[in-house]
């Protein structure tokens, strides 16, 4: 089976449903946002939402930052945060893009938020390198929050990290099964070692593990 087309397949077919159940930033980005140095916002500034879904958090970016990119694998997804963007009159550039294959040029980004998607991914493989793409990409000294599930949350029985599906119900009852790596925060932290980022700060938090990175003031690529 081909992951990464059934995770595009699953949300172009949840994406308006999913969409409407995602109307609220999570407090972590906030926070994050808050804290990153002023020198990253304002004129002239890139953030990049990877894995934007309905864009909620492109929202955020959008509000501190000159340019606001988001990207995600599912078209169905990118309308509903094109349909956002409209309604609340930010400006966001929306783009079709794979997470390990992230179609910028190289530091270009001064901020960005990976919330929610590199446990989507299928392989330690792809993972791992879709955050060397987060340090390609990121400008020197530019700041990124990235978060996946983990074996933190309540709803998990284990202590090491495993591929599971779980399920998503649409109106009427029919579920539909999404791809989630569930990691265990050793190993969350060994793929954020394993590649070109900068651990800044690292957390867990409501069953999720989060970190802030970075790149050197001299640029990975």
Request: hydrophobic content about 40%.
């Amino acid at each position: 089976m081909d992951r990464r087309a059934d995770v595009r397949e699953t949300y172009d077919r949840i994406a308006t449903h999913f969409a409407s159940t995602r109307e609220y930033a999570w407090p972590e980005v906030e926070s994050f946002l808050e804290r990153v140095p002023a020198d990253l916002t304002g004129a002239g500034t890139t953030g990049l939402d990877v894995g934007c879904g309905n864009c909620r958090h492109a929202e955020l970016l959008a509000a501190r930052v000159d340019r606001t990119v988001g990207l995600d694998v599912s078209r169905g997804l990118l309308e509903t945060g094109r349909a956002r963007a409209l309604e609340r009159d930010f400006a966001v550039d929306l783009l079709q893009g794979d997470a390990a294959t992230l179609p910028l040029a190289a530091g270009v980004v001064d901020v960005a938020v990976y919330v929610a998607t590199v446990h989507h991914l299928p392989t330690r493989e792809s993972r791992v390198t879709s955050l060397d793409e987060l340090a390609r990409v990121l400008a020197p000294g530019g700041r990124a929050l990235v978060s996946a599930w983990s074996t933190a949350h309540d709803r998990f029985d284990a202590e090491e990290g495993f591929d599971t599906t779980v399920e998503w119900t649409l109106p009427g009852g029919e579920t539909v099964d999404r791809f989630y790596h569930i990691y265990s925060p050793e190993e969350f932290e060994a793929d954020l070692e394993e590649s070109a980022l900068d651990v800044r700060e690292w957390e867990l938090s409501s069953g999720n593990c989060y970190a802030t990175v970075g790149v050197d003031e001299e640029s990975p690529t």
